[in-house]
């Protein structure tokens, strides 16, 4: 997420179609040899990797219980600090 990235809107939406608890599911483009940073947003949840057919890059799902749209937001907040990641 961009630092344009409107996360009032963003939270908006999550509120509107998101009972909360749930599970939400992160998606995640990484520079192949990122993937533990990307693993350390979410610690024991477990991470499904596909590498890229060039294996430049990786695609990471994560599927996490969150109790808030609040906490979503924070989790890609803290995946924008990852150098070459790409929020799905």
Do not use: C, W
Request: hydrophobic fraction near 40%; aromatic fraction near 10%.
């Amino acid at each position: 997420m961009s630092s344009k990235f409107d996360t009032d809107s963003f939270k908006e939406k999550l509120e509107n179609q998101t009972s909360f608890p749930a599970l939400y599911m992160f998606k995640f483009i990484v520079p192949t040899g990122k993937e533990g940073e990307v693993a350390a947003l979410l610690p024991g949840h477990e991470m499904k990797l596909r590498v890229s057919s060039k294996g430049k890059y990786t695609s990471a799902t994560i599927k996490a219980m969150m109790p808030d749209s609040q906490s979503i937001i924070e989790v890609y907040k803290a995946a924008a600090k990852i150098e070459g990641v790409v929020s799905l």
